[in-house]
């Protein structure tokens, strides 16, 4: 990626990835309260207290970017689909973080 060529598409797909994640955790946390019979404030509480839970939590929240990147990759906008990959890698070190620390 070269950043002469950067342009506000690149710039629009990295501000998406790094919003989607965190709008997309309440439903992951919603899901999986239905799916393991607790109530969604016990898994939220869970969720900001413990570093493992969060980790596996924006895990699955980031894996939203990748039905994003293919939906940009087959609409050809390939400048948002680098965006999003981008934000994504944004989520890496806090995930490694929370697992490792």
């Known amino acids: 990626m070269n950043l002469k060529n ?10 998406i990835g790094i ?6 955790v309440p439903l992951v946390i919603l899901i999986l309260s ?7 404030e016990q898994l939220w509480y ?3 207290n413990n570093n493992s839970t969060m980790s596996k939590m924006l895990t699955l929240a980031v894996l ?8 940009y990759l087959n609409k050809e906008k ?10 994504t890698v944004c989520y ?3 995930i490694v973080y929370f697992v490792f620390f």
Request: no cysteine.
């Open 6 to 15: 950067w342009n506000r598409s690149h710039t629009l797909g990295l501000i």
């Open 19 to 24: 919003i989607l994640p965190i709008l997309i």
């Open 34 to 40: 239905w799916a393991q019979n607790f109530y969604y």
């Open 46 to 48: 869970r969720f900001m």
């Open 64 to 71: 939203a970017n990748l039905g994003l990147f293919y939906i």
């Open 78 to 87: 390939y400048q948002f689909a680098m965006g999003v990959i981008l934000g």
């Open 92 to 94: 890496l070190p806090l």
